[in-house]
């Protein structure tokens, strides 16, 4: 309980200017292009952690979400309007359609199962992508997009698109920090811990869970779709459900279960996966070591190692 | 339309051998093993080096390649999946999943990534109904049908058969009467790793060995395991052989739609009756 004081007393916006700050300031090393990359890698690890993190339950298809809002944006932008805007709530609204389509079949899972329905779906949903309905997304070539400018926004310069995306993280993130520490919230984190008990205490349980279900596709294709802004094309590989192991060790290394965790897991992953990925050429083999590490030695990641050590100073926190 | 049948009971009979341990590793210890696919893996690539080695003695190389996978998938067990009792079902699909990873790039570094056609290790044909098929996917069928019974045979009849099966149903009821349940998961986990090189093995000449063969037969495999039940040999069974011919008669209208159409079959079981893991 004392946990969740700290959480209601300090309040997100120091976070948020931390995140801000620290992004701001690692730009001249990572560059623009790079930076607004990582943040919409933040957002996709916000959206996942609330699955995973929160409410408990682990999905190995999360890429699904992703590329649906990747694919939303661009067919948007092709068929309808280029203005960007729009296709972003397009990009959104189609992720939340697939949550709420696909809600009350997986949501009703738990556990492996949850993962494996996941999985399956997401392979279903990289089979039209790439095969069945390759007209029009363009199948393994991928196909490009293009956005308008809206009034003085030009999203093709990359300043005005860093500034956006870094709006979009911590708007994202102080959404899901109002969220989790609400009543709601709680309750979602209650489903994670004994979710008979909360259904006992005459809560309607699955209601809640699609709920969190549809906010955290949504989130992820939001993600999929700021990529769109950014790289311009969509290829499968976004939809691709062997990426899925990026997520999870992202939001696993970061903590699991805490907002900063994940931004501070998306950006840790980032970097190996940018940098340290061209020093180490068994990429895969290193991923799995440290996912093994993460596993069984460092279940708490660098958020809960971080807060263990500000804990175990004496009370100056009071 | 022979030749589709054929296929399918091919298939069936490999995603049974494959299929067989993951349910048992999953009935009893509550454990998603993405590992397996690497054992699979492991199985074709050995096969393929070790056919040179025996002179192209396709039993010889195939008795060694499964006393080498003994050791290996004995240490995957010591070191990972037994650190993994009692904890949370996700850590064991990540850690799991964390070998397969690692194992994947161990073969890329050591056999390339390349994928290397093997060719059919008997060459002869038989014609059935006029439909001239190779002998060698014939025996494959036979060999899951005697597999079957031997299993069969292995679960009712001997001891370690039946305090499997008695884990299965009740683990806890079973650990009270005194009997060190984890060491029989031992076993059941080396016996089904052993069977997934045997599908490996035996596919590898069908289709080509390369570094990814393991994932998608995985996730197939899974489909297996959840439609025909946890842990239910007979149902492990009939869904690898329903589901292999599922994949062919998709495969015969429409190829790039098979292994979807299995992954629909097994959303829709989900669907109707979720496992309570």
Known sequence: MSENRTIRTRGPLLDLAVIAAGFVLVLPVLGLNRATDFMIFCIYVLGFDLLYGYMGR????????????????????????????????????????????????????????????NLAFNQIGYFFVLVAFSKYTGGEDGMSAYFSKVGPIDFGKKTVLFGFVLFCLLLTY?????????????????????????????????????????????????????????????????????????????????????????????????????????????????????LLIVVFRFRTGVWGFINDRMKRRPATYG | MISTIAYGLTIGAILYIISIGLSLTFGTMRIVNFA???????????????????????????????????PLSYLIERFVIRKLYGVSIDYAIIATYAVLLIGVDLIKWIWGASPV???????????????????????????????????????KKT???????????????????????????SYVFVLGSCLAALGGLLYAP??????????????????VVIVG???N????????????????????????????????????????????V
């Open chain 1, 174 to 290: 102080y959404l899901l920090k109002k969220f989790t520490s609400s009543p709601y919230g709680v309750l979602v984190r209650s489903i994670k811990e004994n979710e008979t008990r909360v259904k006992f205490l005459g809560y309607d349980t699955f209601r809640y869970k699609w709920i969190t279900f549809i906010l955290s596709t949504s989130i992820a294709a939001f993600a999929g779709a700021l990529s769109m802004l950014n790289y311009g094309y969509a290829t499968p590989s976004f939809i691709d459900p062997t990426r899925n192991v990026e997520v999870i060790f992202a939001a696993l290394i970061g903590g699991p279960g805490s907002l900063s965790g994940a931004v501070i897991g998306g950006a840790i992953y980032m970097v190996i996966s940018n940098y340290l990925a061209s020093y180490i050429p068994r990429w895969e083999l290193f991923l799995g070591l440290a």
């Open chain 2, 233 to 276: 040999l007979r149902g492990t069974f009939i869904a690898a052989f329903a589901l292999g011919m599922v994949m062919a008669i998709t495969g015969r209208f429409w190829g790039p739609a098979a292994e979807t159409m299995v992954f629909a079959v097994m959303a829709v079981v989900l669907i109707i009756k979720p496992i309570e």
């Open chain 2, 117 to 155: 056609p093997l060719t059919d290790p008997l060459g002869s044909y038989v014609t059935v109904f006029s439909v001239t098929l190779p002998l060698y996917r014939l025996l494959i069928i036979a060999l899951s049908l005697a597999l079957y019974a031997a299993l069969w045979l292995f679960f």
């Open chain 2, 229 to 231: 039940g946890l842990g």
């Open chain 2, 36 to 70: 397996h696919g690497l054992i699979y893996t492991v199985g074709a690539y050995l096969l393929m080096t070790l056919l040179p080695v025996a002179r192209e003695n396709f039993l010889i190389a195939a008795v060694m390649t499964i006393a080498a996978v003994v």
């Open chain 1, 58 to 117: 682990l999905s190995f298809g999360h890429m699904l979400y992703l590329g649906t809002g990747a694919y939303a944006v661009t067919l948007f932008a092709e068929h309808v309007s280029q203005n960007p805007f729009l296709a972003l709530a397009a990009g959104i609204a189609a992720g939340a359609l697939i949550g709420a389509i696909l809600g009350p079949v997986i949501v009703r899972a738990t556990g492996a199962c949850f993962a494996l329905i």
């Open chain 2, 206 to 223: 069908i289709t080509s060995v390369h570094p990814y063969m393991g994932f998608m037969i995985l996730l197939i495999s899974f489909a």
């Open chain 2, 159 to 185: 001891m370690v058969g039946k305090i499997v099966v008695a884990a299965l149903e009740d683990k806890d009821a079973v650990r009270s009467l005194g009997i060190s349940v984890d060491r029989y998961f």
